[in-house]
Nanobody, 123 residues
Framework: QVQLVESGGGLVQAGGSLRLSCAASGRTFSGYAMGWFRQAPGKGREFVAAISWSGGSTYYALSVKGRFTISSDNAKNTVYLQMNSLKPEDTAVYYC????????????????WGQGTQVSVSS
């Protein structure tokens, strides 16, 4: 059974940093794409970043490009989201997701989801 478990969320002041982790298990993830999405209060789930496990190619939402970095450690079956220069508008529940094939910005195309981890940025 595929499981994705996020960790690393918390409360941070504006301008600070957090690193989220997504531990993946239950499959060999070569050929998969991994994504990070977030959902702020009263809003829908929005794409943040994605990465290809095999090639390491990445893609970012414009709102986080230059501040966030997605990466993977294949030996540890873990995907990371390094978040720098955090802003109050980054406050959301962050979700890790996985899909077969190429990376996508659409949550509808992802097959597996973690439980989410809360990120709160104070001003």
């Amino acid at each position: 059974q595929v499981q994705l478990v996020e960790s690393g969320g918390g409360l941070v002041q504006a301008g600070g940093s957090l690193r989220l982790s997504c531990a993946a298990s239950g499959r060999t993830f070569s050929g998969y794409a991994m994504g990070w999405f977030r959902q702020a209060p009263g809003k829908g789930r929005e794409f943040v970043a994605a990465i290809s496990w095999s090639g390491g190619s990445t893609y970012y939402a414009l709102s986080v490009k230059g501040r966030f970095t997605i990466s993977s450690d294949n030996a540890k079956n873990t995907v990371y989201l390094q978040m720098n220069s955090l802003k109050p508008e980054d406050t959301a529940v962050y979700y890790c997701a996985a899909k077969e094939g190429s990376k996508s910005t659409s949550e509808r195309e992802y097959d597996y989801w973690g439980q989410g981890t809360q990120v709160s940025v104070s001003s």
